[in-house]
């Protein structure tokens, strides 16, 4: 089996797991909106700081409902030693990252398929950009939260303190996929006059390269130990 | 432009040559206590004659006087900070390519003098900060990053506390710190990427031709005194990782039947 068929079936099984399991998926969704709940009760709801602040508050609500995620995605592995049984099976280290994170990825992607448009609703967003754009910036930097995020949650979920550990060592890492996800989600949101989002989309795309080339190649290591 | 940055490579391949050769080279138990004190006297003759040159023998810069003299200790602290992260990386790929214990040891050593440079960076940079832009902390890309860099490190080593079993404690690490050490060419490279507040790099192109050779002397002094904690702290952390690896299993019988 190529790489590429290797990977495709750790995500099948993944999605599949994340299709029986719906209660996961609903509790991490209501986490997601409690969360931008929470904001707009923080920033006084409706008006222009809350405007402003839309694209913000729908990626801190992703970053917070993916550190869920992401964890839970590995805890179904570490219990009852599933993780050594996938180990064992002739796959690739590599394709066993990259289909955890594309299972990540996908799950969050449909995480904010509800987020994104209860965002604009809550906080009276609107798009003034265009729709491709914004759904290109949903993808890469959900792609670039997720890379890192499948591969430290794959070493947190076995550490003694796990649920502060992940936090811990993600957020530093992501901070400049936040950076540029929320620049260039408030650029599509509040129009771009000077086209500057199409910047903000490649430097999404380099540090998605960078962290999953960087990350493929050094899961086989992580889950060995 | 190319001349600034070519002074620059100058001044940093000798430095990473000689934390490199010097440290990861290094069998912990070969450097005896001699060989440490000496390379410990070298780090304080080089910082106190540099600081002293800094201080009294240089001429004041033109428009912030006085105050630019904290430029001697934290441009190379800076260095140092970047020096010891590669350091850090370096161990890291030794560490997760032949498993020995000593490259574990300096990997982590190295990220803890790293992270001591950081904070100290940090501190001098908000007092210089104070004295010039009148606060102590701007939402500045350099400061930015920098910060993210030292809360890395700080994560990599809380991660190795929480790790069970001396083989995930290595390759955790290491893993951490080669991820952690993404962020060391954006700090570098992000005074030209998102210029801010923060002022250009400062190399033999960028500052006056009286303030290189303190700067220098203290860059070599923090270079050596890092180098000489790492090994210290590298040797100590190789004699805990040894001896937890040489314990008896923990769920064994305290107590075991046999003998005469």
Known sequence: ?225 | MSAAYLSLLGVLIPLLALAGLGLLASKFKAWGSRQEAALLAIALLCLVTGLTAGLFATPPETKMREVMRILYVHVPTAWNALVFATVALIAAIGSLSNKRRSWDATNTAAIEVGLVFVVMLLIQGSIWGKATWDSFWEWDPRLTTTAIMGVSFAGVLSLRSFADGGDRKRVWTAVASIIAYIDVPIVYFVVDLAPGIHQERSSPGTVSDEFHWPLRAVAFGLLFLGSWLVLKRGRLELLTTEAEAEAPAADGPALVAGGE
């Open chain 1, 1 to 225: 089996m190529s790489l590429l068929q290797q990977t495709l079936a750790v995500l099948r099984k993944d999605l599949l797991l994340d299709w029986r399991a719906q209660g996961r998926t609903t509790a991490v969704l209501l986490f997601g909106l409690t969360t931008l709940l929470l904001f707009s009760f923080a920033a006084g709801g409706r008006g222009s700081s809350g405007r402003d602040l839309a694209g913000g508050f729908l990626w801190l609500a992703l970053l917070l409902a993916s550190t869920l995620a992401l964890a839970e995605s590995f805890r179904v592995e570490v219990e009852d030693e599933a993780l050594e049984g996938l180990v064992l099976l002739p796959v690739r280290p590599a394709a066993l990252y990259f289909g955890k994170a594309l299972g990540n990825t996908g799950f969050l992607l449909a995480m904010s398929a509800v987020l994104a448009p209860v965002t604009i609703g809550l906080f009276g967003a609107t798009v003034r950009g265009s729709y491709l754009q914004l759904i290109a910036f949903l993808v890469l930097g959900i792609a670039g939260l997720a890379g890192p995020g499948t591969l430290h949650a794959a070493i947190t979920a076995r550490a003694r303190g796990r649920d502060v550990l992940l936090p811990l060592l993600l957020f530093p890492l992501i901070v400049p996929v936040l950076v540029a996800a929320v620049s260039g989600t408030t650029l599509v949101l509040q129009g771009d006059p000077m086209g500057r989002a199409t910047t903000w989309l490649a430097v999404l795309a380099i540090f998605d390269g960078l962290y999953w080339s960087a990350c493929g190649l050094l899961f086989g290591k992580v889950v060995d130990a």
